[in-house]
């Protein structure tokens, strides 16, 4: 059984690019979380998906950044016209049921360097 | 004030030496109290949670929430150079199904 898989690891993107982040969840996993990490602030949620369903998007900056969760294939995390301050590890975690608390499992992360 | 306050270190210990590593918070709502281990260059995974308070043991770990004071704590005994990471706590509410984190502390374990 696969972890959760997250590709690129590595993204290397110009200003004003667009950036496209991939999350596998683990099979039998219904819900994905994004999570944004920067090396002061520890990791900061982002966004909470369901199939097909946002649930809660409370930690997604009001411009520039969407995800989604389609009934196939993986979890997209897209950045739009990519700034400096964008660069950051981006994990994406994935869990059976709704209790991230103690059922979630880390991808590897995607490493996003602004350029 | 953060919610969750955690030291970022480094620690740097000997092999062997038992590691205390803790974190405070301020929301008195939180239920759900978790430690993640983080390797360089890796996820986050989920070493041990507790709910409420009190003490949970899995081998050399152990882990204690007072929440009296509002403080947690993941103790390592007889640490090994493995147990090098950074150490991440994390902490819910009640029927909340995100957890928020603190920012981490790096612990060195060196021969």
């Known amino acids: 059984n696969a972890g959760v898989m997250q590709n690129p690891r590595h993204l290397v993107r110009r200003r004003g690019q667009e950036a496209r982040l991939r999350c596998s969840p683990m099979?039998?996993?219904?819900?994905v979380y994004w999570y944004r990490q920067l090396p002061e602030e520890g990791l900061k949620f982002m966004v909470y998906?369901?199939?097909?369903?946002?649930?809660?998007e409370s930690g997604m900056p009001k411009e520039r950044f969407s995800a989604e969760f389609p009934k196939e294939g993986p979890s997209i995390l897209r950045i739009q016209q990519v700034v400096r301050g964008d660069s950051a590890a981006y994990f994406c975690?994935?869990?059976?049921?709704?209790?991230?608390?103690?059922?979630?499992?880390f991808g590897q992360g995607t490493r996003l360097t602004v350029v | 004030q953060k919610e969750v306050e955690q030291d970022p270190g480094p620690l740097s210990v000997p092999e062997g030496a038992i590691v205390s590593l803790n974190c405070t918070y301020s929301n008195s709502a939180f239920q759900y109290f978790m430690w993640y281990r983080q390797y360089s260059r890796k996820g986050p995974e989920l070493l041990m949670y507790?709910?409420?308070?009190g003490n949970k043991e899995d081998g050399r770990f152990t882990a204690q929430v007072d929440k009296s004071s509002k403080y947690i704590s993941l103790f390592i005994r007889d640490s090994q150079p493995s147990d090098s990471a950074t150490y991440l706590c994390?902490?819910?509410?009640?029927?909340?199904?995100?957890?928020?984190f603190g920012r981490g502390t790096s612990l060195i374990v060196h021969p």
């Open positions: 099979k039998g996993h219904s819900h």
């Open positions: 507790t709910y409420s308070s």
């Open positions: 994390a902490m819910s509410e009640e029927g909340s199904y995100i957890p928020t």
């Open positions: 975690a994935s869990s059976p049921g709704q209790l991230m608390n103690t059922e979630a499992f």
């Open positions: 998906l369901q199939k097909e369903n946002i649930i809660d």
